[in-house]
């Protein structure tokens, strides 16, 4: 069975950093790109940050730019995603997902394989 397990969320203060994992099991995806995406109630789920599948290529949202650096370990079958200055805006659950393509995508539509998602919440 495939599955997408995240860890790494919890609760900050303004302007601190948590690093996110997500860990794949059930089979590689090494040749699919994978994404962040966060979602607070009462709204849709929004794009953070894809990988390609090789991890030479990536792309953010402009809320986290700068601030979020996504990464991955085929060889662990785990991405990451390392947060920076936190913001209060940045309160969410954060869920991985491995799309169904090779390159970068940041529509939901375009992945398939979701996890339980995390909590992040950050206070000011």
């Known amino acids: 069975q495939v599955q997408l397990v995240e860890s790494g969320g919890g609760s900050v203060q303004a302007g601190d950093s948590l690093r996110l994992s997500c860990a794949a099991s059930?089979?590689?995806?090494?040749?699919?790109?994978m994404g962040w995406f966060r979602q607070v109630p009462g709204k849709n789920r929004e794009f953070v940050a894809a990988?390609?599948?090789?991890?030479?290529?990536?792309s953010y949202a402009d809320s986290v730019k700068g601030r979020f650096t996504i990464s991955r370990d085929n060889a662990k079958n785990t991405v990451y995603l390392e947060m920076n200055s936190l913001k209060p805006e940045d309160t969410a659950v954060y869920y991985c997902?491995?799309?169904?393509?090779?390159?970068?995508?940041?529509?939901?539509?375009?992945?398939?394989?979701w996890g339980q998602g995390t909590q992040v919440t950050v206070s000011s």
């Open positions: 997902a491995v799309a169904l393509y090779s390159s970068l995508r940041s529509s939901t539509d375009d992945y398939r394989i």
């Open positions: 059930g089979r590689t995806f090494s040749t699919n790109s």
């Open positions: 990988i390609t599948s090789s991890g030479g290529r990536t």
